[in-house]
């Protein structure tokens, strides 16, 4: 059973260019949550999806960034125009339903974007 | 909104010797969640422990265990016959007994290094 898969693990990007983080959640799990991780920091939520909907996503940018999890394939974050300040690991989580184990998520390993 | 305080940024024991991390937190919530993550060099999220805050029994996994004192808001990690393999970083996190709106809040980790 394949854990939490993250794509590219890492990606550099130029500034204004975009950034697209893919995630696929363990199998059987419908919850996704977004988290950055800025250097020396703890993790920060940013989103959080069931397939096809946005529950909360009042952790994200106002501006530039998006979230979205299809009924098929994989949740993508997307940064539109990458600003230096976007560098930073960012990681998906996901849960069977969201109650069943309050706290029970399971992490990828995290996508580092560098904006240079 | 909840916040949660981890004051040490690096603690260093020698390897067997027994170390304790410290945790604070602020919420208005009467029931609640809190765990500890540990994040290697890898930088996968891996659960350590878990409690829950209406159990007066302090969790126990193996060389790891928790003094949770609620109404001191002290949730702190105590690890045994600590190992090599323990070098991490370790994040305090809190969750409401709702599931959270925002998932899990996070501490800035504290970098445990076990010296050999």
């Known amino acids: 059973n394949a854990g939490v898969m993250q794509n590219p693990r890492h990606l550099v990007r130029r500034r204004g260019q975009e950034a697209r983080l893919r995630c696929s959640p363990m199998?059987?799990?419908?919850?996704v949550y977004w988290y950055r991780q800025l250097p020396e920091e703890g993790l920060k939520f940013m989103v959080y999806?069931?397939?096809?909907?946005?529950?909360?996503e009042s952790g994200m940018p106002k501006e530039r960034f998006s979230a979205e999890f299809p009924k098929e394939g994989p949740s993508i974050l997307r940064i539109q125009q990458v600003v230096r300040g976007d560098s930073a690991a960012y990681f998906c989580?996901?849960?069977?339903?969201?109650?069943?184990?309050?706290?029970?998520?399971?992490f990828g390993e995290g996508s580092r974007l560098t904006v240079l | 909104a909840q916040t949660v305080t981890q004051s040490q940024p690096e603690m260093s024991v020698q390897e067997a010797e027994t170390v304790t991390l410290s945790c604070t937190y602020d919420?208005?919530?009467?029931?609640?969640?809190l765990f500890w993550y540990k994040q290697p060099p890898s930088r996968q999220m891996i659960l350590v422990i878990r409690q829950e805050a209406y159990k007066q029994q302090n969790a126990t996994e193996n060389r790891f265990s928790v003094n949770f004192q609620k109404a001191a808001k002290s949730f702190s990690l105590k690890i045994s016959d600590s190992q090599l393999g323990d070098t991490a970083m370790y994040f305090c996190?809190?969750?409401?007994?709702?599931?959270?709106?925002?998932?899990?809040?996070f501490g800035k980790g504290t970098h445990l290094i076990i010296q050999p």
């Open positions: 989580a996901s849960s069977p339903v969201r109650q069943t184990i309050p706290g029970e998520l399971f």
């Open positions: 199998k059987g799990h419908s919850h």
């Open positions: 999806l069931q397939k096809e909907n946005i529950i909360d």
């Open positions: 996190a809190f969750m409401d007994s709702g599931g959270g709106a925002d998932g899990l809040t």
């Open positions: 919420t208005s919530e009467s029931n609640y969640y």
